[in-house]
């Protein structure tokens, strides 16, 4: 089994049917010490492009649902730290943050493409411990991030792929609908 480590995937165990924040996420993990991990929800876009948030931007990516906390800020993941300063490695080509006025006269230059980043309004974060009792109560498993370009995938196959590459009694949930009441 393996442990949580910034660049690996939090993927949601199928059993959790009623948590609305959490139910069948994929959870890319950019930051996890002893004392908190913070990640944010790749499979879970909203109604909501770039240029609806912010007006003097001319883009139209979609924004994400990075989780349930400070759901008011903004914050973006990359993989063009060559563009923007003060970005942050998560893991493997990954980066968090940088210099958002650069990224501003970037995206109204379309000198960055969809597949290099995502959007988000808020995070997803866990305190001391409280990650470590979620995994201990099955809530979640963790995943190695295999993935030739993590923007480029499909939100709405990322979980479900992850099920499927677990396998066994995964397979089955890979394929249920959302609503297992519709069965």
């Known amino acids: 089994m ?11 165990e199928p059993s959790i049917l009623n948590d609305d924040s959490f139910k069948r996420t994929t959870v890319l993990l950019t930051e996890h ?6 990640g944010f929800i790749l499979n879970r876009p909203l109604q909501y492009v770039l240029e609806d948030l912010i007006p003097d931007v001319e883009c139209d990516f979609t924004v994400y649902q990075g989780g349930p906390v400070e759901q008011d800020n903004l914050y973006f993941i990359h993989r063009v730290p060559h563009l923007l300063d003060d970005s942050i490695e998560v893991a ?8 958002f006025d650069a990224l501003k006269n970037l995206l109204n230059s379309h000198l960055i493409e969809p597949t290099d980043i995502r959007f988000f309004l808020g995070y997803s974060g866990w305190g ?13 498993f963790i995943s190695e991030n295999d993935f030739q370009n993590i923007f480029s995938e499909n939100e709405e196959s990322i979980w479900k792929n992850k099920l ?3 396998g066994g009694k995964y397979k089955i949930w890979a394929n249920a609908p959302a609503d297992i009441n519709m069965n």
């Open 2 to 12: 393996l442990n949580p480590k910034k660049g690996r995937l939090l993927i949601a």
């Open 33 to 38: 010490s002893e004392n908190s991990t913070v």
């Open 92 to 99: 493997n080509g990954i980066y968090w943050g940088g210099n």
């Open 128 to 140: 001391a411990n409280q990650l470590k009792d979620e995994l201990n109560t099955n809530s979640w």
């Open 164 to 166: 499927l590459q677990k």
